[in-house]
């Protein structure tokens, strides 16, 4: 059964910062990994979305890395912004879906 | 990115009742469709996988006469909570897939129920 690990749970940091989110799953043979961030009470925006034999994916100030053999994926977010506040979801598929229980960002101005 | 909705977006109801909560794929066509709660300041859970035309799969603890999924066609999936009581009270959220197992899912965006 996959286990969809996130670490740190929680996570506060002043503007304009650099940050990276971690993640790491115990089953590495998965169809593609996806990263969401979850505002509160709301449903999920899908950030990035890496396939299996992809190593990295880029949109804007956002970068996730997959590293498939040792079942970890990274989410780098740059210059960091208080509008970047919110739940980060690493959610794995491997014909069935799982989801790790998320970190929670806070940037402060 | 493809679009999936969700309707109700919210529902109140007294407990007893029962309720439907559809999801549909907007400009795609669904073969698969998956239906999640989420409790207060915890994750998705995956409740039930649903191809069309077919019976859902559920998740182990998952009560099927509980949860009545329909995948009638390949643009809608109902979910049926029956007989609802408080502690069903959560976050409900579809995602849809067309294709293969290695394509991406589209998250509908959520209903939530309270039950009272």
């Known amino acids: 059964k996959q286990e969809v690990t996130q670490i740190p749970a929680a996570l506060s940091v002043p503007e304009g910062e650099n940050l990276v989110l971690n993640c790491s799953f115990t089953?590495?043979?998965?169809?593609?990994l996806q990263w969401f961030r979850q505002d509160p009470g709301k449903g999920l925006t899908s950030l990035l979305l890496?396939?299996?034999?992809?190593r990295e994916q880029t949109s804007g100030r956002l970068n996730a890395s997959l590293d498939k053999s040792s079942g970890r994926s990274t989410l780098y977010i740059a210059a960091s912004q208080p509008g970047d506040s919110a739940t980060y979801l690493c959610?794995?598929?491997?014909?069935?879906?799982?989801f790790g229980d998320g970190t929670t960002l806070t940037v402060k101005p | 990115g493809a679009v999936v909705s969700q309707h109700p977006s919210r529902v109140i109801c007294k407990s007893g009742t029962s309720v439907k909560i559809e999801c549909r794929s907007l400009?795609?066509?669904?073969?698969?469709m998956f239906w999640y709660r989420q409790f207060p300041k915890q994750s998705l859970m995956l409740m039930a996988t649903?191809?069309?035309?077919?019976?859902?799969?559920?998740e182990q603890g998952v009560e099927k006469d509980k949860f009545l999924i329909n995948h009638a066609s390949l643009t809608l999936s109902t979910l049926t909570v029956t007989s609802a009581h408080p502690e069903d009270s959560s976050f409900y959220i579809c995602?849809?897939?067309?294709?293969?197992?290695?394509?991406?899912?589209?998250f509908g965006p959520g209903t939530r129920l309270t039950v009272l």
């Open positions: 995602s849809a897939r067309a294709g293969g197992t290695y394509n991406e899912q589209f």
């Open positions: 649903s191809n069309e035309g077919s019976k859902a799969t559920y």
């Open positions: 089953d590495s043979a998965i169809y593609n």
């Open positions: 959610n794995t598929n491997a014909g069935k879906s799982t």
């Open positions: 400009d795609f066509q669904a073969t698969t």
């Open positions: 890496i396939q299996s034999s992809q």
